[in-house]
């Protein structure tokens, strides 16, 4: 079992960048493939990007590909999430999660079996 704390979220306007971090515990975590997600309310929770266990392989959302990278640190049971050029539709609270494995492709939130609390990032016009 993992434990997920996301940390990094707060107010930036447009074009602005933020930073998000996801601390994980336990001492598998290479063995987890991590995702972000984010939810608006009144709306489905969405994919944002996701990560294989040594950080080969990265899969981001048409929406925030070329603005949004994402990166792992193994070593300190860490994923982040980079956003640049943000938008006010980027406006969510910011989930990370993960699941057990080590490549594929997982877009769906029932893909993935622990999450955090969630984080808010807001971006004003």
């Known amino acids: 079992q993992v434990q997920l704390v996301e940390s990094g979220g707060g107010l930036v306007q447009a074009g602005g960048s933020l930073r998000l971090s996801c601390a994980a515990s336990?001492?598998?975590?290479?063995?987890?493939?991590m995702g972000w997600f984010r939810q608006v309310p009144g709306k489905e929770r969405e994919f944002v990007a996701h990560?294989?266990?040594?950080?080969?392989?990265?899969y981001y959302a048409d929406s925030v590909k070329g603005r949004f990278t994402i990166s792992r640190d193994n070593a300190k049971n860490t994923v982040s999430l980079q956003m640049n050029s943000l938008k006010p539709e980027d406006t969510a609270v910011y989930y990370c999660?993960?699941?057990?494995?080590?490549?594929?492709?997982?877009?769906?939130?029932?893909?993935?079996?622990?999450w955090g609390q969630g984080t808010q990032v807001t971006v004003s016009s």
């Open positions: 999660a993960a699941r057990g494995g080590y490549s594929g492709e997982y877009y769906r939130p029932g893909d993935y079996d622990y």
């Open positions: 336990g001492r598998t975590f290479s063995s987890y493939i």
């Open positions: 990560i294989n266990w040594n950080g080969g392989q990265k």
